[in-house]
């Protein structure tokens, strides 16, 4: 990788670097005389920019092996992970880069300095669709960027560079496996190109095919059996088979009453009880189902990709320039098992399938049934002593152990005996196998437009360019809930109450193999999602040299001035089934129908000014200034700026500094999004177990949540560690301003030739920052929760508080989750009110010298040391700080130092190179009560991976490259399953910061000619 410095949010990619002067070199145009560098569309000969810009060379992919650039990219130092290609759980199918960790959506993705299609809602752009064979460079630009490309480019921009000269025919083919021998990945792409009339033009042509096979997580021993965070022995999830069962009411409360929590062996009254598929009976307690094995560590990935480009000079004041890709992409993800996830059903007290002894308990247990109710009549006095109705046609009775037995035998709904019972329901579907989706992404893009010169001294350059991306999710395995209901109505083993749809009867009461393949072919019927991005872009500018020149500069001033106009259109459509809230099993998240839009209209200038060069002490000093301003259709007029400015007082030393202030819109998810429940990672609940029976005012925040008075005693966490958030867009939100500035140095002793080294700062604050509040902030804001020790401080709360009676409860049970359809769960919505701040140093080093007269050594280092990265999701929340630590609070890992050292050696036709990552230790966030989990699990030691990979030119046309990934098969940290994030904590690990495949084995081969 390159450097003049800094980089972005992803945590390794070894880097080789060069002295600015030498990237200008690479970089000229066709002239030869000016360069286009990433962060400014003013071409100069003799710019440096204000800016750091880091820069992944061809030769650094070729040595990595990479499949999709995302890979290298989220192992930049200083980068945080996004979502990836090693994270099965919330994947929608793309890969993204979050930059320095203030979120994938505050960066912008270029391809030849033009944004690329959005793959989602949130207008982030998909890295697997990057045509990695045909890239000369990838730069990577943190800050000043807002004023050239565009507000919203917060943290920086990746512009992927293209070769724009290619003259033959390339081959490559690249082929890895792990030591494991799975895991495969192999990538062929050819490359054709052609000069047109003495250099006057260009063609280049690039088809490609890229497969990736899975590694599942039950492949790997440290990750095979799911492991509790709390008490380190096996955990997993609490719809397990055979079937768990518990009823809400009664005077015992809960069915069963007493059970064993399975992490601390303790009984309580949790109203976990599992069937003995031999007794027929309930007994106290469940084993958890280990979902580990069936989930990917490494996701499939099939694709075909074309991509084309040219252009021609019919003179110098006119070029014409093409380009277009097609991508056709389709990557699967993979869940255990579906299951009912904790379904309340009215079960039949006569379902066959319903053990005798289940029956006997159920009476025993004095619990709330319920039973058909007479049906109003208007002319009947209403009779006071009557029960209570509870819903349409039924009334809540006790009944007796008599009346039990006749509703055993009532298997007609007219039989005033027949009686149905309200049954939580934790069944995992086994029979019906894995739940697979695949995702299929169709995008195209294209670019056209026409440069050229104005006059000597001054270029234009006028483009146009539209993009289509739609993909679409395929579903099987999940099961549908309103089909699985009309099966558990049932009096017969063949046939339903409700015969409609050819309704089969299904068997949840047996043991694991229980449920019948007609019953499964009737409820998992499949269902499909798909979504939708739409951009269309022009733009023109004009930029060179006015003719004056300052009287102490030897280098005339520069400018551009541009325009540049963006409509963007997104949305998702569903069949009814995804639609439907909790109708599709194991889904999460309903997605409803949207569909939003907006445009933007800008006019941006940019100036450089040589102000002083070739005197005592100022061999250069430049001033560089830009600005833009933006027309939002939603927000309104928008305003950004950029001051920077270089200084090398002798040739060996510059230095630099860049000021931007930005304002950046929402987005059309941030905007029109449904509101929507889903899943989140959480382990805490004040109103869980006896604490409400002993304090009044915890009780009554706990009734005003939704939970009944039954309910209070018995009410539970997730022994997954999840809980229910809704959320979604707010079509209110305003801008968010950032100020971020950087300074700098890049320093080329005279008396060290070959070595450079690059030092920056950066500091970025996000205020007015459209953010949801974290779990624990919800909490807090209600129940009065001390972060440092998880005490209450329920004295200070209100049960009429909004914060309080804003979570609301799961009906049947009282607990945080369940049935996304009832249980909204935690609030999680949409504002301004966030702030989001972050800091560091940035630190790059090359040196390149020959060892002997046969041998180059050849040396890059780049490194990061973050200080602070603080998120504040309203004036009352925390200001946390997650550098260095983890938790459900802290997504993805942010390490405080780490760095990336490669060491090449080349004689002759062979090279041999050596890179060496390392990551620093984390603990677990102390304020988030450390306390509750492992304690060898709330720390995790400093990570090195070490590639080794040889280089041989076996023909003039052929190279082959080998390469050796994780040398010495390290092994990731462990910190159990549900101690972070869902998202990144998967596995028993973090499979998007460390090596999940082990030590694996790559071969390339380049074939040219």
Do not use: H
């Not at 250099?199 to 890229?210: A, F, H, I, P």
């Not at 619990?367 to 009334?395: F, M, R």
């Not at 200084?647 to 000021?659: M, Q």
């Not at 060496?916 to 995790?940: A, G, K, Q």
């Amino acid at each position: 990788m390159a450097a003049a410095p800094a980089l972005a949010q992803d945590q390794d990619a070894e880097v080789d670097a060069v002295s600015a002067a030498d990237l200008e070199q690479e970089n000229t145009d066709r002239s030869g005389d000016a360069i286009i560098v990433t962060g400014t569309r003013i071409s100069n000969p003799n710019l440096e920019l204000a800016s750091p810009v880091a820069v992944v060379g061809e030769e650094e992919l070729a040595l990595q092996a990479t499949s999709t650039v995302e890979e290298t990219l989220r192992e930049i130092p200083g980068a945080v992970a996004s979502l990836g290609s090693n994270l099965n759980n919330g994947n929608g199918g793309s890969t993204f880069i979050n930059l320095r960790g203030v979120g994938s959506n505050r960066n912008i993705t270029l391809l030849n300095g033009t944004r690329l299609v959005p793959a989602d809602t949130s207008l982030r752009v998909n890295l697997d669709i990057i045509p990695t064979a045909l890239l000369e460079r990838v730069d990577v630009l943190t800050g000043g960027a807002g004023s050239t490309y565009g507000a919203d480019a917060v943290s920086g921009v990746i512009n992927f560079v293209t070769k724009t000269d290619f003259e033959g025919a390339e081959l490559t083919v690249l082929n890895s496996i792990t030591e494991e021998g799975d895991g495969y990945v192999g990538r062929a792409d050819l490359t054709l190109g052609a000069n047109l009339e003495d250099g006057r033009g260009n063609v280049v042509l690039n088809l490609g095919y890229t497969k990736r096979d899975p590694i599942r997580q039950g492949q790997r021993d440290y990750s095979e059996f799911n492991i509790s965070s709390f008490s380190g022995n096996p955990g997993g999830s609490s719809t397990t088979t055979p079937i768990r069962i518990s009823a809400a009411g009664g005077a015992s409360g809960i069915l069963g009453n007493i059970s064993t929590d399975p992490d601390t062996g303790a009984e309580s009254n949790t109203g976990f009880l599992q069937l003995d598929p031999d007794a027929g009976v309930l007994r106290p307690g469940f084993t958890p189902f280990n979902f580990n094995p069936f989930n990917y560590f490494q996701l499939p990935l099939e694709q075909y990709r074309i991509y084309a480009q040219g252009n021609y000079e019919i003179s110098p004041a006119f070029e014409v320039f093409a380009e277009a890709m097609y991508v056709d992409n389709e990557v699967r993800t993979n869940g255990a098992p579906s299951g009912t996830f904790g379904v309340t059903a009215p079960i039949p007290l006569s379902n066959p399938f319903l053990p005798q002894g289940i029956v006997d308990q159920i009476c025993a247990a004095d619990t709330l049934l319920y039973v058909p109710a007479i049906p109003d009549d208007p002319a009947t006095p209403e009779d006071e002593s009557a029960p209570a109705v509870s819903a349409p046609g039924q009334v809540e009775a006790f009944l007796d152990p008599a009346a039990c037995a006749a509703a055993r035998a009532a298997t007609d709904p007219d039989d005033p005996n027949f009686t149905t019972v309200n049954l939580t329901l934790g069944r995992r579907l086994v029979e019906f196998g894995e739940r697979l989706s695949v995702r299929e992404t169709k995008q195209f893009q294209i670019k056209t437009g026409v440069r050229g010169e104005i006059s000597p001294t001054l270029n234009y350059e006028a483009f146009f360019s539209y993009g289509e991306s739609d993909r679409t999710r395929k579903q099987s395995g999940n099961g549908l809930r309103s089909r699985l209901l009309q099966s558990l109505n049932s009096t017969s083993t063949d046939q339903c109450l409700d015969t409609t749809n050819g309704c089969v009867p299904i068997n949840l009461f047996g043991p694991t193999g229980s449920v019948q393949p007609e019953a499964q072919a009737f409820i998992d019927t499949g269902n499909q999602q798909s979504n939708f991005n739409r951009l269309t872009q022009a733009g023109a500018y004009i930029e060179g040299e006015p003719g004056f020149t300052l009287p102490w500069a030897l280098s005339g001033v520069s400018f551009v001035l541009g325009t540049e106009y963006r409509e963007y259109t997104a949305g998702a459509s569903s069949d009814i089934l995804s639609q439907t809230p909790s109708e599709v099993l194991g889904n999460g998240a309903a997605t409803p129908d949207f569909t939003g839009s907006y445009d933007v209209k800008e006019a941006y200038g940019e100036l450089v000014v040589p102000l002083v060069e070739g005197k005592s002490f100022f061999d250069e000093l430049t001033l560089q200034l830009g600005g833009r301003v933006s027309d939002y259709s939603t927000t309104g007029t928008e305003y950004t700026w950029k001051v920077g400015a270089t200084w090398a007082p002798v040739p060996s030393l510059l230095f630099r500094g860049n000021y931007q202030k930005v304002t950046r819109a929402p987005n059309i998810f941030e905007l029109f999004n449904p509101q929507v429940t889903g899943l989140a990672n959480f382990s805490a609940d004040p109103c869980a177990g006896s604490a409400p029976l002993s304090n009044a005012d915890l009780r009554a925040i706990c009734l005003a949540q939704g939970a009944t008075s039954g309910q209070i005693g018995g009410i539970i966490i997730d022994p997954a560690g999840q809980v229910n958030v809704t959320s979604g867009g707010n079509p209110n939100l305003d801008s968010e301003d950032a100020n971020t500035w950087t300074i700098g140095a890049i320093f080329s002793p005279d008396f060290l030739p070959g070595f450079t080294a690059t030092i920056d700062y950066y500091n970025i604050e996000v205020t007015d920052a459209i953010t949801i509040p974290t779990e624990d902030d919800i909490f807090a804001n209600c129940f009065g929760v001390n972060y440092a020790d998880g005490s209450l401080a329920i004295d200070g709360s209100s049960a009429s508080d909004p914060a309080c009676t804003g979570i609301r409860r799961n009906p049947a049970t009282g607990n945080l989750f369940g049935e996304l359809a009832t249980t909204p769960g935690l609030p999680q919505v949409r504002t301004n009110q966030g702030k989001i701040f972050t800091d560091g140093i940035d630190l790059t080093m090359a040196y390149s010298a020959p060892l002997t007269d046969s041998i180059d050594w050849n040396s890059s280092f780049q490194g990061n040391w973050t200080n602070s990265s603080t998120f504040q999701a309203s004036p009352n929340g925390l200001d946390r700080e997650c550098v260095g630590f983890y938790s459900s609070n802290c997504a993805s890992l942010q390490p405080e130092f780490s760095f990336n050292w490669r060491n090449t050696f080349s004689f002759n036709d062979v090279s041999v190179s050596v890179a060496w990552r390392w990551l620093d230790s984390f603990e677990y966030e102390p304020i988030s009560d450390p306390s509750r989990f492992v304690e060898e699990f709330t720390t995790i030691d400093s990570y090195s991976l070490v590639d080794l990979s040889a280089r041989a030119k076996v023909l003039d046309s052929l190279d082959f490259i080998f390469g050796i990934q994780n040398v010495f098969d390290k092994t990731p940290p462990l910190v159990g399953s549900n101690i972070g994030s869902t998202g990144f904590n998967s596995g028993n690990t973090y499979p998007s910061n460390y090596d999940v495949r082990g030590r694996s084995y790559s071969l390339t081969l380049k074939l040219g000619f």
